[in-house]
């Protein structure tokens, strides 16, 4: 069984910038697509990022475009997401999630990861 354990979230003003890792324990998940959803209160889950087994090819939701990055490293077995240029409206509780389908795929769609950890709240003062 695969768990994910997300770590980095916090308060931070807009214009500032946070990290948040990923740890998936229990395998490692080199062969994993990893991704990252949010959660804004009353929204519902949209996607932020994803990135292939290698770590060579990445995808964004258009809101994060060019501010955000996601980045692995498999030696650590660990997936970052460094989030720049925080505004107000990425207050959300923010999932890491896996797919362990066995294509090494880009992967935009919630229904695509069999794996998800309990979200870390990131909130963005005005």
């Known amino acids: 069984q695969v768990q994910l354990v997300e770590s980095g979230g916090g308060l931070v003003q807009a214009g500032g910038s946070l990290r948040l890792s990923c740890a998936p324990s229990g395998r490692t998940f080199k062969r994993y697509t990893m991704g990252w959803f949010r959660q804004a209160p009353g929204k519902e889950r949209e996607f932020v990022a994803t990135?292939?087994?290698?770590?060579?090819?990445?995808s964004y939701g258009d809101s994060v475009k060019g501010r955000f990055t996601l980045s692995r490293d498999n030696a650590k077995n660990t997936v970052y997401l460094q989030m720049n240029s925080l505004k107000p409206e990425d207050t959300a509780v923010y999932y890491c999630a896996a797919a362990s389908s066995g294509s090494d795929t880009l992967r935009q769609e919630q229904y695509e990861y069999n794996y998800w950890g309990q979200g870390t709240q990131v909130t963005v003062s005005s």
């Open positions: 990135i292939n087994w290698s770590g060579g090819s990445t």
